[in-house]
Structure formats: structure tokens, C-alpha cells
């Protein structure tokens, strides 16, 4: 049964859908928005409604054409309303992928990426916005939490 109660008001937070992604390298697979200044990790916002394991899966996919199976969280990062919602970021671990070669990024027009590329890890801070690359840092240092959905695993 729902109570009316707590729908009444629900909280306006926006609930982004992340990937770490690694080469056996160890360089990290980051996107180039065209709309930010800097790279970030693949991912974006959840649906209403969708798993957020899925979610990161999505647009993993639809951004690099990795297709990845997501059930461990390495990083949970709260950001506070600035030009943008509130946000909940979640950090999924998509472990060390073969080549670099099977990067396909969508077309610009398409996707607003000006491409995917992997980084070396002292580069960085370099290429990314300062809190982009501390959740990164924080993300690699990590050990990995399962996700769960209503109290069992996700995947």
C-alpha cells in the first residue's frame, strides 16, 4: 500500500548512473561532452523506474558501445543543488576491458559527444574538472559494495 504521506512531496533528486572503466593499463575510459568543459565517466541519469545498474549500462553502451554487466558500486557521491538538481551519483565498477579498439562513440549530432578515449590516470586532473577527477580518485581507491535491490543482489 503507498502512502499518500510520503508522495506527497518527493525529493527532486537527480540520480546519475556512472562507470569505471579500465584497459590493462589501468588508463580510465572517459567521454568528451560537449556541453561541459572537461571529460567525465560514461553514464547519465536514470529513468524513473529504472535500476540504476541498468541505467549505467545504458548509456555505457549507447556511449562507447562497451556492453557491460554492472553490479558493484565503487563510489556514492552526493552533490548539493548548484545550476543543476541535486544529484546522487553512483560509481559502478565495469572492470578492465581487452582493447581500446572496441571503443565506438556515437555520432556528435547524436550523442553531444566529441568522443571516448582511455586516460592514463596522472592525466587526470588535466582533462577533468577538479571534482570529476576527486570521484575518480576516490572511485579507484575503493573497494566495490554490491548493489542490491530490495535486499538482494542486482545482477
Known amino acids: 500500500m503507498r502512502d499518500p504521506r510520503l508522495l506527497a512531496m518527493p525529493p527532486v533528486t537527480r540520480l546519475g548512473c556512472l562507470v569505471l572503466v579500465r584497459n ?15 571529460m567525465i565517466l560514461p553514464g547519465g541519469a536514470a529513468r524513473p523506474g529504472e535500476p540504476p545498474n541498468l541505467a549505467a549500462a545504458r548509456h555505457l553502451s549507447n556511449d562507447t558501445g562497451l556492453h557491460l554487466r554492472l553490479g558493484h ?27 581500446d579498439d572496441r ?27 577538479p571534482a570529476q577527477a576527486a570521484r575518480v580518485g576516490e572511485a579507484l581507491a575503493g573497494s566495490t559494495l554490491p548493489l542490491l535491490r530490495h535486499g538482494r543482489r542486482a545482477v
Request: proline letters at 9%; aromatic letters at 8%; a negative charge.
Open 103 to 129: 571503443l565506438t562513440a556515437p555520432p556528435q549530432h547524436r550523442s553531444g559527444l566529441l568522443g571516448a578515449r582511455f586516460v592514463p590516470v596522472h592525466e587526470l586532473p588535466a582533462v577533468m574538472a
Open 24 to 38: 590493462r593499463r589501468g588508463d580510465v575510459l572517459l567521454v568528451d561532452p560537449d556541453y561541459l568543459d572537461g
Open 73 to 99: 558500486v565503487v563510489a556514492l557521491d552526493f552533490t548539493p543543488a548548484d545550476r543543476y538538481l541535486e544529484r546522487l551519483n553512483l560509481v559502478f565498477d565495469g572492470g578492465t576491458v581487452r582493447g
